[in-house]
């Protein structure tokens, strides 16, 4: 039988509902658990979450979402099941890695690990448990992350020796994920930069990797395609049979307002939903629900993932869509049916 696998346990697919398919709930640079101007209460946070995600469900009828914050960029896995257990939201976790660029991803110790190591690992979060702090845990992830490219506004990702815009260290690592996917037979979802959509479609580029490493494209999900949507390479990727995450709604990532990139995105979803890749899209905010950078100020403002209204795709986005003659029948389609699809082990 068919399972969605969350922090509290396995769930049916039926069960999942509408779905976030990528969020953060606290979203931690690696080395501040070093700041004193870091220091955060766990009690704080998952209540402060807790009530935001129980508003999420009961306002706008979300019930799953899809943390997606690899280990090293403070995945917490006790932290979830307790958001998950005031709020009633089901919490999907992530086992993988962030991209290699800019010291941020894939820590030393993994970047000397057999492949076969890594395999392992992954395995073991998605079936025994996830590690925090040193510690096995009994919450177990429901999905693999991988992803490639810079991690700035400004930076494209230099070509490797394939010629492809993918790290040396990150072709290691997704080629685990590939494998740990084949074994266990859950979905993956990535990360891509979206300035190297101007010069390759890294969507198919990431395919390609994860393809030679045996992965089942039909259970991948392409990140941040949407950023700067070109219908032609949207296109090709769904026509590898691979989901595209609609993300950053409400988020203005590398455009100039958050009116200019909705809109943007309305029209491209809508032109592939007349492409008749309707089943092949998810939807998402990428949003942050608590921040771990220390105290706001002039000098670190609040990033504009943190900025956007929990409410934001059914009370701004989905009119905008619907006047475009995207309804709720579509949009059940790709919160709701695409998701669990995905999401069922």
Not at 258 to 280: F, N, S, T
């Amino acid at each position: 039988m068919a399972i969605v696998r969350t922090v509290l346990g396995d769930i049916t697919p039926d069960q999942a509902g509408s779905t976030l398919t990528h969020e953060h709930i606290r979203y931690a640079y690696p080395g501040c658990e070093l700041d004193h101007r870091c220091v955060w209460d766990f009690d704080f946070v998952a209540e402060d979450v807790g009530k935001q995600f129980e508003e999420m469900r009961e306002g706008c009828g979300i019930k799953t979402v899809v943390e997606l914050t690899p280990p090293e960029i403070g995945r917490h896995p006790e932290l979830f099941a307790q958001i998950a257990r005031r709020s009633g939201m089901n919490i999907v976790a992530t086992t993988g890695f962030f991209p290699e660029a800019n010291a941020m991803g894939i820590p030393f110790h993994w970047r000397r690990q057999r492949k076969e190591d890594v395999v392992n690992m992954l395995i073991r979060d998605l079936t025994e448990g996830m590690i925090y702090d040193g510690q096995k845990t009994p919450y177990r992830a429901g999905i693999l992350k991988a992803a490639t490219g810079s991690l700035t506004a400004k930076t494209r990702t230099p070509v490797n020796e394939k010629g492809r815009r993918i790290g040396n260290v990150e072709t290691h690592v997704i080629s685990a994920i590939a494998a740990a996917q084949r074994e266990v037979g859950c979905a993956i979802n990535t990360h891509t930069q979206p300035l190297d959509y101007a010069v390759c479609n890294p969507g198919i580029e990431l395919l390609d990797e994860l393809e030679e490493g045996g992965a089942d494209p039909t259970k991948v999900i392409i990140g941040h395609a949407f950023v700067h949507p070109n219908i032609d390479q949207l296109k090709a990727i769904c026509e590898r049979g691979a989901s595209v995450q609609v993300d950053h709604i409400g988020i203005p990532w590398q455009n100039d307002s958050r009116a200019q990139l909705d809109e943007l995105i309305a029209v491209a979803m809508c032109q592939l939903a007349d492409l008749g890749h309707l089943d092949k899209l998810v939807v998402s905010y990428d949003k942050f629900f608590s921040h771990a950078r220390g105290p706001v100020t002039e000098e670190e403002p609040e990033q504009l993932n943190e900025l956007v209204p929990n409410d934001y795709i059914m009370t701004e986005f989905a009119p905008r869509l619907e006047r475009k003659g995207f309804g709720a029948r579509e949009l059940h389609q790709v919160m709701v049916e695409n998701p669990k699809r995905l999401l069922a082990f």
